[in-house]
């Protein structure tokens, strides 16, 4: 009798403990930390058990994080060469790949603009001395400014004034601290600073910025990693991600 009361006061308890939390971790680029924060928040908010945990960096150290075993379940990467190693790497699950927004690539100044730079032609006169852009071993940023700058034939003017940032908000902080005479960050990134940068132009790039999403492919992911997903490439995600200027892919 005793020993059934205790079972049955042991499912009463678990019956009215409060359920535990599930856990999303998603690691994305770091040009998508402001969207990616509301997005969480406002998925939070619609599903009060889960949590969704978020870390951002340079596409390729977030993808090699994940690689040497730190526990992600989602990966949101801004160009297609990471993800491409990600597959490569069976990092990811392929079939979960899709586009989910568009970006471009900008030339920006601190506000009082030092070099009196008005175009990428400006970038070879004598007053620019430092110009700001991501390590293109590394961030997606970096690779795609290369490209254009090698096509609009700027790239040696430029890469012998280089200033590598190891992500593109590095890149944003040494422009809007005026260390440097100008850099290139996505036009995402350019906006929330637009007090303190100027935009210069917008860079034609010869690999359209388009950003692909994946879940991890890794034991125990979480069961709601997928709902995120979908979340994210929704029309209320696609909202939030315009709101920070987003496009659609």
């Known amino acids: 009798m005793l020993f059934r009361r205790l079972i049955v006061a042991c499912a009463l ?6 359920a535990m939390a599930g856990e999303i971790l998603v690691s994305g680029a770091a040009s998508l930390t402001n969207a990616f924060k509301d997005l969480a928040a406002q998925y939070q908010a619609a599903h009060p058990d889960t949590q969704v945990l978020t870390t951002f960096g340079a596409s390729d150290v977030v993808l ?11 990966f949101a990467s801004a160009d297609q060469k990471a993800m491409d190693k990600a597959v490569a790497a069976k990092a990811v699950d ?17 506000v009082d603009n ?18 700001a852009l991501g390590n293109p071993d590394s961030v997606p940023v970096g690779r795609y400014t290369r490209e ?39 036009a995402t990134d350019a906006a929330i600073m637009k007090d303190k940068v100027k935009l210069i132009q917008t860079v034609d790039t010869p690999t359209p910025v388009v950003y692909p999403i994946a879940l991890v492919q890794r034991d125990g992911r979480a069961r709601e990693a997928a709902a995120f997903l979908d979340y994210v490439v929704s029309p209320a995600g696609q909202a939030i991600l315009a709101q920070y200027g987003f496009a659609k892919p």
């Open 94 to 110: 392929p079939a979960s790949r899709v586009d989910f927004v568009r970006n471009e690539v900008v030339l920006v100044v601190p």
């Open 148 to 186: 254009a700058l090698q096509q609009a034939g700027a790239w040696d003017d430029v890469q012998a004034r280089q200033i590598l940032g190891q992500n593109v908000r590095q890149v944003l902080s040494y422009v809007e601290r005026g260390e440097v005479d100008a850099g290139f960050v996505f």
């Open 64 to 74: 090699r994080q994940i690689i040497e075993g730190a526990p992600a379940d989602v």
């Open 13 to 18: 308890s678990c019956a009215l403990a409060p």
């Open 114 to 131: 030092p070099g009196n730079i008005q175009s990428l032609k400006d970038l070879s006169g004598a007053k620019v001395q430092r110009i």
